[in-house]
């Protein structure tokens, strides 16, 4: 597939040069979805909303900017790997202006382009987030990540060397292609305790945040970025898990039963208790066995 070419050049430009500087937000990609983060503003540049999201935008470890319409949003979580979408395999751009370039505002980490058969020496089981990887190889000089879309993993690859060893260049970045990043020996070695020590933070804040009161699930809405809170272990049509998948998780959950489209229960004959589905009444030529109805015999 031939990336397009947009009339905005000049403003993918500065989104480049943006990304590729030291000490910059380093571009993770571009994803399709930025789930549950809310629009902050409408900014002009990945630059300008960086700044932003440092500062009113509550000092976020994201940002996610749309080039379409300039939307800028401040996200304490990275898109998952099921979401990555093509973009420019060197200048940070998105093939469809409408995908959302997504960055890291706290790695020191570089982007410095996607590339295949890359040297490395170490390689990390893969990991459930883009950030995980990186700092899997905070002691390294580079790192490479590759989202994997039909696991919702990440693949994880560190080098000693603080370059891009052996690489290939590959035609554009997207999903099942390795995003290679590089730091200074510096970065390494002075930055790496207060960087561990922000990860750190960053990581009990995600962890205290919750999409839905206790006792509530996140069930995926399907066909839109958006979620519900569903206490499963009671909802009549969710009982036992999220329909759809849960929000931001939806190949490793239970998926739940609509318990009114079982067959042989009366109208109104059943409830959900303790995420199971249990009848008390039956249609004519069902009988009650064990909570459910079962045709006679």
């Given at each position: 597939m031939v990336p397009s070419m947009f009339a905005s050049f000049s403003a993918f430009a500065i989104m480049a040069s943006f990304a590729l500087?030291?000490?910059?937000?380093s571009y993770l990609g571009c994803v399709t979805t930025k789930g549950n983060t809310p629009v902050v503003n409408t900014l002009a540049s990945v630059a300008s909303c960086d700044t932003y999201c440092g500062e009113k935008g509550g000092n976020t470890e994201f940002l996610y900017f749309r080039?379409?319409?300039?939307?800028?949003?401040?996200?304490?979580?990275?898109?998952?790997?099921?979401?990555?979408?093509?973009?420019?395999?060197?200048?940070?751009?998105?093939?469809?202006?409408e995908n959302y370039l997504l960055y890291s505002r706290t790695t020191t980490f570089n982007f410095q382009g996607c590339y295949t058969n890359m040297a490395t020496d170490k390689a990390p089981?893969?990991?459930?987030?883009?950030?995980e990887c990186l700092a899997a190889c905070a002691t390294e000089g580079s790192a490479m990540v590759e989202p994997l879309g039909e696991t919702n993993k990440f693949g994880c690859r560190c080098n000693n060397a603080y370059t891009i060893e052996g690489g290939t260049p590959a035609t554009t970045c997207d999903a099942y292609t390795?995003?290679?990043?590089?730091?200074?020996?510096?970065?390494?070695?002075?930055?790496?305790?207060?960087?561990?020590?922000?990860?750190?933070?960053?990581?009990?804040r995600r962890e205290k945040q919750t999409l839905c009161p206790r006792g509530a699930k996140a069930c995926a809405v399907p066909g839109t970025a958006a979620y519900e809170c569903i206490d499963t272990r009671s909802e009549l049509e969710a009982c036992g898990g999220c329909l759809?998948?849960?929000?931001?998780?939806?190949?490793?959950?239970?998926?739940?039963?609509?318990c009114t489209s079982l067959a042989g229960i009366a109208q109104g004959a059943v409830t959900c208790a303790?995420?199971?589905?249990?009848?008390?009444?039956?249609?004519?030529?069902?009988?009650?066995a064990s909570g459910l109805c079962v045709p006679l015999a």
């Open positions: 500087k030291a000490n910059a937000a080039a379409s319409d300039n939307q800028c949003s401040c996200g304490t979580t990275a898109s998952q790997a099921q979401y990555w979408a093509q973009g420019s395999a060197s200048t940070g751009a998105c093939t469809n202006s089981e893969d990991v459930n987030s883009f950030e390795w995003f290679n990043y590089i730091h200074s020996q510096e970065a390494t070695a002075s930055g790496l305790a207060r960087r561990q020590n922000r990860e750190r933070l960053q990581r009990l759809f998948g849960e929000y931001q998780n939806p190949l490793n959950s239970t998926v739940g039963i609509d303790n995420s199971q589905c249990e009848a008390f009444a039956c249609k004519s030529g069902f009988q009650l």
